[in-house]
């Protein structure tokens, strides 16, 4: 009974169904039958529209259980005049299969079923996988893996550490692993002045004058010199907006909106006592009125340099000849939810076109993927 799965064939199944965040249009019909059929049991765990799927072989509880966690969700194609093949065709041209989800993350998905199918043929006693994938990861998140791992603890499922196979290479393949992530803060400030006409400004008060200020403020600050495993942390304006078109009303409100990426110096709370303080004194230098709405939507992490880390980096760097730097730089991902669970890193394959028009992956790396995670995963349960 040897049943193995082609990883790049099923990156091309899935990648033919278009799931368009929130929507799993058929990838769970593809996994399910080849997981249940190795021997693993798979339960839906959906909540609020989102769809979610958790599969485990081995026993419940077992006293070491590796894990692999990713999404099936993709995000809109754009425009597709734009596209030089059909967005869900998974066509192969030259050795590269193209489509919406190659490497954001369908080929991650692929390569990690593959590995757990082959590697939970000879699964050691009191072990086991499991797989975390949900359908809302580009989505707002909130019933994607966060509803998983509720079910899980209601369920009693464990995990001993857990992989999520989001694409971490930046050009190259096996050149990073990421052990944590800088968090994220939204922020708007509204500034609130009063309405007028130009010609008589010492009749209105103009928020304009306090947004630029404020944004100018913001623009220089620096939050601090970096930490021992992190970058500095950033602060990017991403609007002032009035709405105001007209040449002759000084408007009476102006928002002023920016995001910050920031490391484990600070919380998501600090952050936003700091931004609120600055606000205040902007507002009063002006005598304006400036409200601040912040939303943190993760904190920072870090997984300390450990076993997983030092696994998954010997075998990345056996198997693609590269050594892989362990990173905290780039986006968020689902992994900030995991870290509350257990030990999580991130490794997949190069993320150049993820989000792109003519998003792409080469087929020989999803095969050395699925190469990656099945060493690990028998090393991980040995
Ligand atoms: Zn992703």
Redesign the pocket.
Known sequence: MSQTVDPVRLTADLVRCPSVTPEEAGTFAILVPILEAAGFECHRCDRGGVPNLYARKGPKGAARTLAFG??VDVVPVGDEAEWSCDPFGAEIRDGVLYGRGAT??KS?VAAFVAAAVEAGQDLPPDTALSLLITGD??GPGRDGTLAILDWMEQAGESMTACIVA??SCPEIMGEMIKIGRRGSLNLVFTVKGVQGHVAYPHRAKNPVDGAAELAHRLATLRLDEGSEHFDPSTLALTGIDTGNLATNVIPGATAVRANIRFNDLHSGASLTERMRGIGDEVAQAHGLQITLKARISGESFFTPPGELSDIVARIVADETKVIPVLSTGGGT?DARFIRAHCPVVEFGLVGLT?HQTDERVDVQQIETLARVFTRIAREFVS
């Open positions: 990713g999404h954001d993350m991650g990861e580009e989001e694409p991902s993820m």
